[in-house]
């Protein structure tokens, strides 16, 4: 984990030295701050030759540039100035990043042809440019990307735009959206043997330091509360399974919290049903949605959002080991409601089933929103661009997608159904936990929606997208943190 960039703001000012990021327009425009520090033209010859048209994120750079002492000067691409939108600034901040190469001082030029760079822009160029910043690199003990065995500098970033104040006030709530992406991401890169689930508890009890209040249930308390489907993955493991719930109360006393609840498992070998030992290493970041609800609460509580909101983090670790349960055993869930084990593979559902129910009866909140790398089926069907939404609320669902499409965090909603249901009725039990191939990640979602009560509810299967998604402008790292920006700006657009 590299050190956090620091963010500056300032006036525009003709920059004297280092490494210097001006925005340009599709077509090439630059705005009247970005030419000030291009006195010798150098930039237009730059752009002929090279052929940059200013597309978005796209990038050109000159060297050493004749008429001043800076060490770099390069344009970033913001594309059409009347397409300029919060993914798009996003991006440009990453791209940012990227042209700065191994320059331990950015000076970006927030100034655009043909748009207003506001303080809310500026703010969000900052956010991408630390997205981007981000690299896993705590095992590494030497750093050979850097060309010797010393760590890079921290990384200083000076964001010229024409109200810094104003900027800077806005950056307060960016920086907290960033924190919390990249505890996000830290967690899930984190490896299993580091992070278990009594560890995992122990970063979710550290939001108390923000102000959130945080009770972390053992396995003898929920024992006592019925948990029989999520003590049953965790049976098979050493390790002890945890229940984390997160309380911030930033909104009016009595007003009902909204809900949101992550899958925790910190490692899943399958169980008795074991994967295959291809791949089986990825399974650390199995807590993917366990991971982003404790980033968004970190992200809420940071900047005190207006809003009362609970997080809660059934975690647990999935072994085959002798006291392992099997195919076939039944267990009874918190609700009463009894589970036919037909695959110890398909374990998530059965963690999030006592969870969801007990968020639900214990706090009645506005609505839960669940998040799980939970299904290979949604991979199949979305690839890794966009996370599967199943919802029985359209007005939840539509609140879902339109942050999705402003952070660029997107989502595509799947059907539910009683003919999907019916696959998971079990003539041994109430229902059974794996229904088969066919619609996989459907029937998981009909699975959960017998735990939900009344009430809207949202799953999110973020199996495509919380780990080993491609590679991006904000994103280098395999933990992609995803969930956190999207559920925040959730929070931000309906329900502060």
Known sequence: MTDRPSVSFAKFAMPKKGTVIVLASEGGGLGENAKVCDPEGVLARAFEVSGFSGKLAKSVEVLAP?????????????????ELAEESLLKIGGAAVAAGKSASEITVVADLDGADIDAGAAANIALGMLLRAYSFDKYKTTHRENGNDKPAKKLKIAIQCADPSAAKKAFLRAEAVATGVILARDLVNEPANVLGPVEFAGKAKELEKLGAKVEILTEKEMKKLGMGALLGVA????????????????????????????????????????????????????????????????????????????????????????????PGDIVTSMSGQTIEVINTDAEGRLVLADVLWYCRDRFKPQFMVDLATLT??????????????FCNDDTLAERLASAGETTGEKIWRLPLGEEYD????????????????????????????????????????????????PLSEINRSWGSGFGVRLLDRLVADSYE
């Open 376 to 389: 290979g089926a949604v991979m199949v069907a979305l690839g890794h661009h966009r996370a599967g939404l």
């Open 235 to 326: 049976q098979g493991s050493v390790r002890p399974p945890r229940l984390a719930v997160i309380q911030w109360n930033g909104g009016k006393a009595k007003e009902k919290p909204v809900a949101f609840v992550g899958k925790g498992v910190v490692f899943d070998t399958g169980g008795i049903s074991i994967k295959p030992s291809g791949g089986m290493e990825d399974m650390k970041g199995d807590m993917g949605g366990a991971a982003a609800v404790v980033g968004l609460m970190h992200a809420l509580a940071a900047r005190k959002a207006k809003v009362n909101a609970v997080g809660m983090i059934g975690l647990v670790e999935n072994m085959p080991d002798g006291n392992a349960q099997r």
């Open 66 to 82: 004749a008429g001043s002492e800076l060490d770099r000067l390069t344009a970033i691409g913001a594309g059409k100035p009347d």
């Open 422 to 469: 019916k696959q998971i009725d079990s003539k041994n039990a109430d229902m059974k936990n794996s229904a088969g191939r066919m619609a996989g990640s459907i029937t998981a979602a009909q699975f959960l929606k017998r735990f939900v009560k009344e009430g809207p509810w949202a799953h999110l299967d973020v199996a495509g997208t919380a780990m080993g998604a």
